[in-house]
Structure formats: structure tokens, C-alpha cells
């Protein structure tokens, strides 16, 4: 079956601008991550999506970041007012959810470039 | 001290070679391993999933995992060009949160 789904694949906007990025999961997974990748460091945890409970959002850096998952399937992180440190790669993964050993499956990001 | 550290490498190996790649973690309630092999402008891929001590082995790779001393390896047998990547350890906590090293960049030279 199709894989995690992310778009747009590559993005480049004007400090101050607001940029919506989209994550579709596989099919059936109800868990969901952001994740920021910027050169040279890990992962970094933004946010958790698990079926119909209240996100985790305690790796969002700011207030100006916000993510919404809607009917349980697609999700959009909102990034308002760039700057230009949020330049990275933002990966979205999802996974079958319960238990812990339901390794995830990544997209292959949006590239977010702020100038 | 991060939940799970990776040398980041570079590490470059000619082609044939066997290469280890290598994490420690440091909470030892950590139960579950990952390995993901990211390749550049891709996503982080799935390549080995382990659970407890012990080695697994897949194809040329074989994932091993020492809980005495909080460390787990990846070793890849007769390398190839097309296993040039970034290689990331992760482990789950509690369900929810993955702790993920910051990925070792391999080169195998033809």
C-alpha cells in the first residue's frame, strides 16, 4: 500500500509569511509525529497525534507553530510568521498505534526554506 | 546526556568491507531498538527492528543489542555503494515518544 504521503515536498517563502504543510498517513494508523530535522541534528519531536485523544504538543518551540489532525487522518502543521531558523526538513510519521512496538514509517519531509 | 548517542561520523569504508555503527542509551528501560537508514533528500527508512538482547540478522545486516552495557550496533557484511546513507538508532518510551540518535553518515567507496 502507499506510504506516508507529505506535501509540498520543497517550500520557499519570505520571512513573516505563513506556510501550511500537509502529512497523509497510511491507512489504518492512528498514531501520527511531526518531527524537524535541521543539518547536522537529530530528529527533533514537535508533536503527537494518537486517535481521538488531545495531541502531545510539548516538542512545539513556539507558539507560532500549531498542528491539527483531522478526521483522524490528514494533518497539517502550521508554522505563522517564519523566521528564518525554522529553515529544515519537517518529516511526519505515523504507525498503527497502542503498544510499543510499532516501530514508525516516515515521509520523505517538506523542505522548508525561509529567506 | 541524550537518551541515545550516535557518533555521527563520517565514516567512509571501501567497498567488501564490514562496518559497525554503534549507540549507547542511557535508560534502561528502554525495550525496543530501531535502525533507519535515511538516504539524502529521503525520508528515514525502516531497515532493523529488535527487541531485548540479542543479534537479528536480515539479508547483510544484523542488528545487535548488549543490555548489560546500554549498547546497540548495526553491522552491515560485504558493504556496497548503495548502502551510502545516514544510518539513525531509535527506541520508544512509553509508547509514545521515540528517542532517536543523530545518525551516523557512511560512505562505502566503489
Known amino acids: 500500500g502507499a506510504g506516508v504521503s507529505q506535501s509540498p515536498s520543497n517550500k520557499v517563502t519570505e520571512k513573516g509569511k505563513d506556510v501550511e504543510l500537509r502529512c497523509d498517513p497510511i491507512?489504518?494508523?492512528?498514531?501520527l509525529y511531526w518531527y524537524r530535522q535541521s543539518l547536522g541534528q537529530g530528529l527533533e519531536f514537535l508533536i503527537y497525534?494518537?486517535?481521538?485523544?488531545?495531541?502531545?504538543k510539548s516538542g512545539l518551540p513556539s507558539d507560532r507553530f500549531s498542528a491539527e489532525r483531522t478526521g483522524g487522518s490528514v494533518s497539517t502543521l502550521t508554522i505563522q510568521r517564519t523566521q528564518q531558523e525554522d529553515s529544515a526538513v519537517y518529516l511526519c510519521?505515523?504507525?498503527?498505534?497502542?503498544?510499543?512496538?510499532?516501530?514508525?514509517?516516515f515521509g520523505d519531509g517538506t523542505r522548508l526554506s525561509i529567506l | 546526556q541524550k537518551e541515545v548517542e550516535q557518533d555521527p561520523g563520517p565514516l567512509s569504508v571501501p567497498e567488501g568491507a564490514i562496518v559497525s555503527l554503534n549507540c549507547t542509551y542511557s535508560?534502561?528501560?528502554?525495550?525496543?531498538f530501531m535502525w533507519y537508514r535515511q538516504y539524502s533528500r529521503k525520508g528515514p527508512e525502516l531497515l532493523m527492528y529488535?527487541?531485548?538482547?540479542g543479534n537479528k540478522e536480515d539479508g547483510r545486516f544484523t542488528a545487535q543489542v548488549d543490555k548489560s552495557s546500554k549498547y546497540i550496533s548495526l553491522f552491515i557484511r560485504d558493504s556496497q555503494p548503495s548502502d551510502s546513507a545516514t544510518y539513525l538508532c531509535?527506541?520508544?518510551?512509553?509508547?509514545?515518544?521515540?528517542?532517536f540518535g543523530t545518525g551516523t553518515s557512511l560512505t562505502v567507496i566503489p
Open positions: 510519521a505515523s504507525r498503527p498505534g497502542g503498544g510499543t512496538d510499532q516501530p514508525q514509517h
Open positions: 491507512s489504518g494508523h492512528t498514531a
Open positions: 497525534f494518537q486517535g481521538n485523544s488531545a495531541p502531545d
Open positions: 535508560n534502561s528501560a528502554f525495550q525496543y
Open positions: 529488535t527487541y531485548s538482547s
Open positions: 531509535a527506541s520508544p518510551r512509553g509508547g509514545n515518544q521515540f528517542y
